[in-house]
């Protein structure tokens, strides 16, 4: 299984980033997709998650509004979308799957590499 993160990279506060996740080795339909991130120093902590089929989505509080989560079955893609980004979101982002719409790491099977956002004040 492998699940590639893609999208990263700086931009100034208030701007939009699309992160893509393309997964591989996997019946992808049949997994809950979800993005958690991780600052410096910090833990991993949630972000977002998606059902199998696209139809159930949960977020953090933190970024409820401005984050949307999508995917593409037909692509084998998850997708979050961020817009009024604050500097506070600055992380390494990572997609990852497990069997429902967990919200801990462990609940997940496979995890992506991660890819960088900064956000710049």
């Known amino acids: 299984v492998q699940l590639q993160a893609s999208g990263g990279g700086l931009v100034q506060a208030g701007g939009s980033l699309r992160l893509s996740c393309a997964a591989s080795?996997?019946?992808?339909?049949?997994?809950?997709m979800g993005w958690f991130r991780q600052a410096p120093g910090e833990e991993r902590e949630f972000v977002a998650a998606?059902?199998?089929?696209?139809?159930?989505?949960t977020y953090a509080r933190f970024v409820k509004g401005r984050f949307t989560i999508s995917r593409d079955n037909a692509k084998n893609t998850v997708y979050l979308q961020m817009n009024s980004l604050k500097p506070e979101d600055t992380a390494v982002y990572y997609c990852?799957?497990?069997?429902?719409?967990?919200?801990?790491?462990?609940?997940?099977?496979?995890w992506g590499q991660g890819t960088l956002v900064t956000v710049s004040s």
């Open positions: 998606i059902s199998g089929s696209g139809g159930t989505t």
């Open positions: 990852a799957a497990g069997s429902g719409l967990g919200i801990t790491p462990e609940e997940y099977e496979y």
């Open positions: 080795g996997l019946t992808f339909s049949s997994y809950g």
